[in-house]
């Protein structure tokens, strides 16, 4: 019973957050861009299956990946051999990277490299950085230091990187922190600091998926550099032709081996690890497993739900309507409708939701999950509209994204460490399947239609996603710091009042 008063709490979550952006979509097929009756309903077969896969997807993370995550982060930082911490915490990098839906699809746009030794470079980028992080919060070593050092590296490599392929390579950041990564590192960091006592250990607990994104950026710059290619050519994603509603609950029919194949891969790694670790530890109870088992199972099904929906129904949709867009007579239109749905569309990012909701819980309320939504939803808006400004003008990423970073990391020096690990963090966390399966596409059909150079001109919307919520969301903590100096001001003030009258009247 208690059960099913969770899943139709977690259903209600997602519903609110996927009909907005299914509303926006629903409005621009039957006014600007007209869709077919079939292709409408294959995208709103998509979204039901987004709403159910959401809130299967959240309910099974918290009941399984999330324990395991700690579980595993505790027990193998106690380990007097720090060579054994840095193995697992490789394999988990490694494993868990190579099984992201999101990174399957960002290989498949760039075929200037075969799609396994670009895989197999990202998951070693997570794997390595994964350690490094790991490492950090055993250490207590501050993230601004790592940040600050890693991004120089970063932009140094960029600058001899050949100019076709640094935005997939800022791409590649973002779209390895999907929602197969973000609950297990997110976890794993919780687990690894409850192992220190001091009274920064909450805050190092963040900071573990900002610099996973890190090391693929810098691997694939380096492979960039030893490929020097020169163009990638990309397919148009096609909206299929549907007559009947049949025709597109077929569609979804037959997809749904492929999918189930497929997470089925990305999970398979991840559970085997976990069964050898209890296995030596005995740490877990069997009630917890069995707990722990249905989870896994209803995170399995969810995440087939949630990638079925978007990648059949979501895909084409986004390349029909920025194709669209794009070439009518306001193309500048683009500008404003891929903000408005920037802001709705990071609120139906399942890695999100498990976010917000172990912010909140590590900050004792003070940071609500409310308040990282919309900081999150605004900064990916603005991420989406600059997006779009270079969609149609071939504005050169760097151009933003140098000012950007050099703004976030100077807002390191003003907030409080726990809004720095958890804005770096977030900008990984929005940067998911909705934006590599609906904003890519939605970027690459515009690009298309208006002739521009996909490869410069389209890719990097996964990086520029990635990047605004480290400003919006520093920011906000900004404001909170300052606001708890005039308050602690006011109530020294009100003190020495108090003070002045008790000399006073003695």
């Not at 997602?14 to 600007?32: D, E, G, K, W, Y």
């Not at 151009?399 to 720095?420: D, K, Q």
């Not at 990635?466 to 920011?475: E, F, R, S, Y």
Request: aromatic letters at 10%; a neutral charge; charged letters at 10%.
């Amino acid at each position: 019973m208690h059960l099913n008063k969770q899943l139709k709490e977690k259903n209600r979550e997602s519903l609110a957050s996927v009909l907005p952006i299914t509303a926006i979509v629903f409005l621009l097929s039957i006014t600007i861009a007209p869709l077919e009756p079939g292709a409408l309903v294959l995208f709103l077969f998509g979204a039901i299956l987004l709403i159910f896969g959401m809130g299967l997807f959240t309910l099974g993370v918290d009941m399984s990946m999330i324990p395991m995550g700690e579980g595993v982060g505790v027990e193998v930082s106690r380990s007097k051999h720090l060579l054994i911490p840095i193995v697992v915490y490789f394999l988990l990098g490694v494993l868990s990277t190579m099984a992201e839906p999101d990174l399957q699809v960002l290989a498949e746009q760039v075929p200037a490299i075969d799609n396994q030794v670009l895989i197999l470079t990202v998951a070693a980028g997570v794997g390595l950085f994964l350690v490094v992080a790991a490492l950090r919060i055993r250490k207590g070593v501050p993230l601004r230091r790592l940040l600050l050092l890693f991004y120089f590296l970063v932009f140094a490599l960029a600058a001899l990187a050949p100019i076709n392929f640094i935005p997939v390579s800022f791409d590649s950041g973002g779209v390895t922190t999907g929602p197969i990564t973000v609950p297990f590192i997110m976890a794993l960091g919780l687990g690894i600091a409850s192992t220190r006592s001091d009274a920064n250990s909450a805050s190092d607990s963040f900071g573990l998926v900002s610099l996973c994104s890190i090391g693929p950026i810098l691997a694939v710059l380096l492979l960039g550099i030893c490929y020097q290619p020169q163009e990638v050519p990309y397919s148009m994603v096609e909206l299929p032709a549907m007559a009947t509603t049949a025709d597109a609950a077929l569609a979804f029919w037959h997809a749904f081996p492929t999918y189930f194949a497929e997470v089925a891969k990305a999970l398979a790694p991840i559970a085997g690890l976990f069964i050898a670790f209890q296995a030596v530890t005995r740490r877990f109870l069997p009630n917890q497993l069995l707990r722990m088992g249905a989870g896994l199972l209803y995170t399995y099904l969810g995440l087939v739900l949630f990638l079925c929906g978007v990648n059949v129904g979501f895909m084409p949709a986004g390349s029909f309507l920025g194709a669209t867009v794009a070439s009518s007579e306001h193309s500048w239109l683009l500008v404003p409708i891929g903000m408005l749905i920037g802001f709705y569309i990071v609120k139906a990012e399942p890695a999100v939701a498990v976010l917000t909701k172990q912010v909140e819980e590590v900050s004792n309320g003070s940071i609500s999950h409310k308040a990282m939504g919309r900081a999150l939803s605004i900064g990916v808006c603005v991420s989406v509209g600059l997006a779009m400004v270079r969609v149609l003008t071939g504005l050169n990423i760097l151009w933003l994204l140098v000012p950007g970073y050099a703004i976030s990391l100077g807002l390191t020096f003003f907030v409080p460490p726990i809004f720095t690990g958890i804005a770096f963090d977030s900008g990984g966390v929005a940067s998911g399947p909705m934006t590599a399966t609906f904003l890519l596409p939605f970027a690459m059909g515009a690009c298309s239609a208006l002739g521009g150079n996909l490869m410069t001109d389209a890719f990097g919307i996964v990086a520029m996603v990635a990047m605004t919520p480290l400003v919006t969301i520093q920011t906000m903590g900004l404001f909170s710091e300052v606001q708890h100096k005039l308050a602690r001001r006011r109530l020294r003030y009100h003190m020495e009042r108090v003070e002045d009258l008790v000399v006073y009247f003695d």
